[in-house]
């Protein structure tokens, strides 16, 4: 299996309040991904980064933002959760565009 | 537009039967496809992938797929499903013509398996 891990793994907040999200991975790959997962929906891509400081918006990128400062941890933050942003947060790596990507375990957050 | 089309949302098969679930997908460019296979509770499991050459690939769990160009389909396939493959299923299209050059999920068929 692909090393990468998610923190937390589930986490309860209420709204207004930040959220960081950490997707850790040892593989060195160059791109990682943030989805999120609601049913009905799929999977949608919320923010993704082919390398280190460089980021891009994906489908639905309102109210979140990523960091990558070192190839192995791209974080997503909530700035001001919202009910709206419950859901199950994906992190997923690739080593290059549009190659296969292997998926972490997920984050479940609840926004109350 | 690039976009992937899984028409069943849900299926039921009995155990032991074989499995046949659709993919559809309009995409611009020479496609890289992929099938995804969710348990409940756990990240996505890649189970096969296609991205040149033979049209009928084989992946893990004994789970196959066949590529056709002309219907724009990416059809996964199973001669006999066992009660441990009930899960969701994703497939996926990518490639260097992608949007963002990322992968475009279909919506998921969920599998139930009767016993």
């Known amino acids: 299996d692909a090393g990468i891990t998610q923190s937390p793994r589930h986490k309860v907040t209420e709204t207004g309040t930040p959220v960081t999200l950490r997707c850790h991975q040892t593989?060195?790959?160059?791109?990682m991904y943030w989805y999120r997962q609601d049913p009905g929906h799929g999977l949608r891509l919320i923010h993704y980064?082919?390398?280190?400081?460089?980021?891009d918006k994906g489908e639905v990128s309102d109210g979140y933002s990523v960091s990558r400062s070192k190839t192995e941890d791209f974080l997503l933050t909530l700035e001001s959760a919202t009910s709206s942003q419950t859901s199950v947060y994906f992190c997923?790596?690739?080593?290059?565009?549009?190659?296969?990507?292997?998926f972490g375990p997920g984050t479940r957050l609840t926004v109350l | 537009a690039q976009s992937v089309t899984q028409p069943d949302i849900h299926i039921t098969v009995s155990e032991g039967a074989s499995l046949e679930l659709r993919c559809n997908y309009s995409?611009?460019?020479?496609?890289?496809l992929f099938w995804y296979v969710q348990s409940p509770g756990q990240g996505l499991q890649l189970l096969l992938k296609y991205f040149s050459g033979d049209t009928l690939v084989q992946g893990i769990k004994g789970f196959e797929a066949e590529f056709k160009r002309s219907q724009s389909s990416f059809n996964l396939r199973k001669p006999s499903v066992h009660w441990s493959d009930a899960a969701e299923y994703f497939c996926?299209?990518?490639?260097?013509?992608?949007?963002?050059?990322?992968?475009?999920f279909g919506k998921g068929t969920k599998l139930s398996v009767k016993p």
């Open positions: 995409y611009g460019a020479t496609p890289y």
């Open positions: 996926a299209v990518g490639g260097n013509g992608g949007s963002q050059g990322n992968l475009i």
């Open positions: 593989e060195n790959h160059r791109y």
């Open positions: 997923a790596i690739s080593e290059g565009e549009g190659d296969e990507q292997f």
């Open positions: 980064s082919y390398g280190v400081k460089d980021t």
